[in-house]
């Protein structure tokens, strides 16, 4: 008989206030590796809000976060060094290349990527023809597609995507399934 495997975070009795405004409380949950957590609910039910406690953009009200068995409030950034927080707005800069984008975000979250290596993440999204194309021509879904290549050349253990596929077409779903 096969053990389960150990969860990799575990998040026990959090709880979120906004604005005066409860969110959610004792929530509780735990992710083993290769496990997939999907949030729904209507707009304004905090799921937003969850992903940026996760990611430590977000005080927590009260409540423990564990990843790999420690408590992130206590090495909090040994712990972001481990995730890539994927949210609303991609962070692109219009004047740059798609390449250049790309280089760049990942070097402001502490990657050092290789060419071949970007050069692979943008093809993974089916950006591999607008490498050379500045930012400011991509279309909303091209955008979308950057901001998870970020994620692709990272390869961090955990990925945070708050409404990944946001903006992307039949086929950029597929691609954000087939990458997930």
């Known amino acids: 008989m096969n053990a389960a495997p150990a969860p990799l975070l575990v998040a026990e009795s959090r709880r979120c206030i906004r604005s005066e405004l409860l969110l959610f409380a004792d929530l509780g949950f735990s992710l083993a590796a290769g496990e997939t957590l999907l949030l729904t609910g209507p707009n304004g039910s905090g ?38 927080w994927v949210g609303h707005a991609e962070g692109l800069k219009p004047p740059l290349t798609v390449l250049e984008n790309l280089d760049f975000s990942c070097r402001l979250a502490g990657g050092s990527p290789t060419p071949a290596a970007l050069d692979r993440a943008l093809a993974t999204v089916g950006l591999a023809r607008l490498g050379d194309q500045p930012a400011r021509y991509l279309s909303a879904g091209q955008r979308r597609r950057l901001a998870l290549a970020r994620a692709v050349v990272l390869a961090r253990p955990l990925w945070l995507l708050d409404e990944p596929t946001t903006a992307l077409d039949e086929d950029g779903q597929a691609m954000l399934i087939r990458i997930l």
């Open 47 to 84: 799921k937003t809000s969850l992903l940026r406690l996760i990611a430590g953009l977000l005080p927590p009200r009260e409540g423990r976060l564990l990843w790999r068995g420690q408590d992130t409030a206590e090495e909090p950034d040994s712990f972001r060094r481990e995730l890539c």
